[in-house]
């Protein structure tokens, strides 16, 4: 599976959207796009929310709340939202702060699944 061309689409097909990754929960990027001209570290990103959705998923098993679909980060200038796929892979989108924030979690979601079966393989 192209990942590359999966997370471009992603990214262009969102208003507002700018950089998207597939990264191990250990912080090693499979893929990532970023926008033409967009500035972004989306290396250090996915390693620093690796670590975050790490302890997400660590406080949700221990309070037995089940398992993490979604987290969204909302920061002054942007949004990120982060979908688990298994347990040692997500799935991040940047956003702008105005950006389609609906559209990219409709999107996240629908890859998730989508590209779920090719990395547990």
Do not use: W
């Not at 500035?39 to 620093?48: A, H, K, M, N, R």
């Not at 660590?58 to 969204?72: F, K, P």
Request: charge should be negative; hydrophobic fraction near 45%; proline fraction near 1%.
């Amino acid at each position: 599976m192209d990942f590359k061309k999966i997370l471009k689409e992603v990214v262009e097909g969102v208003e507002g959207g700018y950089a998207a990754t597939v990264m191990g929960m250990d912080g090693i990027a499979v893929q990532d796009y970023i926008k033409e001209g967009a500035s972004c570290d989306i290396e250090s990103f996915g390693v620093e929310y690796g670590k975050v959705m790490a302890e997400i998923r660590r406080a949700s098993e221990l309070l037995e709340l089940g398992e993490v679909e979604e987290v969204v980060i909302t920061l002054e200038r942007n949004r990120v939202v982060v979908r688990p796929v298994g347990r040692d892979y997500f799935l991040a989108l940047v956003l702008l702060h105005d950006g389609n924030m609906g559209k990219g979690r409709y999107l996240l979601r629908r890859l998730a699944s989508t590209i779920g079966e090719d990395l547990l393989t």
